[in-house]
C-alpha cells in the first residue's frame, strides 16, 4: 500500500525552526509534484509549498523566505525547513501528492511565544 510518511514535528519557541520529511516509494515520488499542507485548529486546511518533479517551487506568501522545500531524488523525500518560526504557524503539517491522491497522517507543529 502506497504511503507518505511524515516526520519531524514538534514544539518549538518563536524564532527556532524545524524540519519536517516525508518518504514515500519511487513511482509516486518520480511522477508527482509534492506538497506540503497545514491546518491550524478551527481553520480551512492551506497549501504551504509545492514541490515540482523538476524541483520549481512555489511557497505560500505567508510563508515566503522563511520556509523552504526540497526534495532529495535518491531517499524519495521531500523536506520542509522552516526557519524564523511564528506562532501563528503553529498547526497540524500533512504531505499531499495528486496522483493519486495521498495525505500523509500529519505531523504536529507548535510554536511557542
Known amino acids: 500500500q502506497v504511503q507518505l510518511v511524515e516526520s519531524g514535528g514538534g514544539l518549538v519557541q518563536a524564532g527556532g525552526s524545524l524540519r519536517l520529511s516525508c518518504a514515500t516509494s519511487?513511482?509516486?515520488?518520480?511522477?508527482?509534484?509534492m506538497n506540503w499542507y497545514r491546518q491550524a485548529p478551527g481553520k480551512q486546511r492551506e497549501l504551504v509549498a509545492t514541490?515540482?518533479?523538476?524541483?520549481?517551487?512555489n511557497y505560500a506568501d505567508s510563508v515566503k523566505g522563511r520556509f523552504t522545500i526540497s526534495r532529495d531524488n535518491a531517499k524519495n523525500t521531500v523536506y520542509l525547513q522552516m526557519n524564523s518560526l511564528k506562532p501563528e504557524d503553529t498547526a497540524v503539517y500533512y504531505c499531499?501528492?495528486?496522483?493519486?491522491?495521498?495525505w500523509g497522517q500529519g505531523t504536529q507543529v507548535t510554536v511557542s511565544p
Open positions: 519511487r513511482i509516486i515520488f518520480r511522477i508527482n509534484a
Open positions: 499531499n501528492v495528486e496522483s493519486p491522491p495521498l
Open positions: 514541490i515540482t518533479s523538476g524541483g520549481s517551487t
